[in-house]
């Protein structure tokens, strides 16, 4: 079984910045993709970057050019570098991987999340 384990979130200011880590484990054969989402009480889960193991990255619109995604050395690790951090950013942010267990069978996972806050 894959499990996800986040960290790095907490409470910073606006204008600051965090670093979100999120690593793997379990019997991998491949990390296709690798990324986080977030949740904002009372909003739907949405997109917030993806990295694929090639290293093809997609943004939200919303974080581009203020977060940066990458993966870790073990590839099967994912870092989320949030800069000029908005109050709106906050929320539970989850990794999120598309893995092969099974070569030829990739199946999506997800962390328990860790909570970003941003004060004004």
């Known amino acids: 079984q894959v499990q996800l384990v986040e960290s790095g979130g907490g409470l910073v200011q606006a204008g600051g910045s965090l670093r979100l880590s999120c690593a793997a484990s379990g019997s991998i054969f491949r990390a296709n993709r690798m990324g986080w989402f977030r949740q904002a009480p009372g909003k739907q889960r949405e997109l917030v970057a993806t990295?694929?193991?090639?290293?093809?990255?997609n943004y939200a619109d919303s974080v581009k050019g203020r977060f940066t995604i990458a993966r870790g050395d073990a590839k099967t690790t994912v870092h989320l570098q949030m800069n000029s951090l908005k109050p709106e950013d906050t929320a539970v942010y989850y990794c999120?991987?598309?893995?092969?267990?099974?070569?030829?069978?990739?199946?999506?996972?997800w962390g328990q999340g860790t909570q970003v806050t941003v004060s004004s």
């Open positions: 990295i694929t193991d090639g290293g093809s990255t």
């Open positions: 999120n991987a598309l893995m092969e267990q099974v070569v030829g069978i990739p199946l999506p996972y």
